[in-house]
Nanobody, 121 residues
Framework: QVQLVESGGGLVQPGGSLRLSCAASGNIFSINTMNWYRQAPGKERELVAAITSGGSTNYADSVKGRFTISRDNAKNTVYLQMNSLKSEDTAVYYC???????????????WGQGTQVTVSS
């Protein structure tokens, strides 16, 4: 069994910062891409940032220059540093990972439970 557990969400004023973390645990052999998605009320879930096991990154245009994704492969953890937050960044943020299950050698895609980020004065 595999779990992705996010933390670090909360309420922040416009212009402020938050750092999200997502730790993967369980029967994991290796993790390829780790991603952060978000879903605002009434909107579709969208990809915010992605990082490969080698450290290559990709960002949505709306967060470029403000958000930074990073990972610690030894800890199976991915981070999202969010700076200069805007009200439109308000959403539930989800961690997502493509990983190989150790006991089967098969690839699976897993989601975390989500963490709320609210940007408001």
């Amino acid at each position: 069994q595999v779990q992705l557990v996010e933390s670090g969400g909360g309420l922040v004023q416009p212009g402020g910062s938050l750092r999200l973390s997502c730790a993967a645990s369980g029967n994991i052999f290796s993790i390829n891409t780790m991603n952060w998605y978000r879903q605002a009320p009434g909107k579709e879930r969208e990809l915010v940032a992605a990082i490969t096991s080698g450290g290559s990154t990709n960002y949505a245009d709306s967060v470029k220059g403000r958000f930074t994704i990073s990972r610690d492969n030894a800890k199976n953890t991915v981070y999202l540093q969010m700076n200069s937050l805007k009200s439109e960044d308000t959403a539930v943020y989800y961690c997502n990972a493509d990983l190989i299950i150790a006991s089967t050698g098969r690839w699976f895609n897993y989601w975390g439970q989500g963490t709320q980020v609210t940007v408001s004065s």
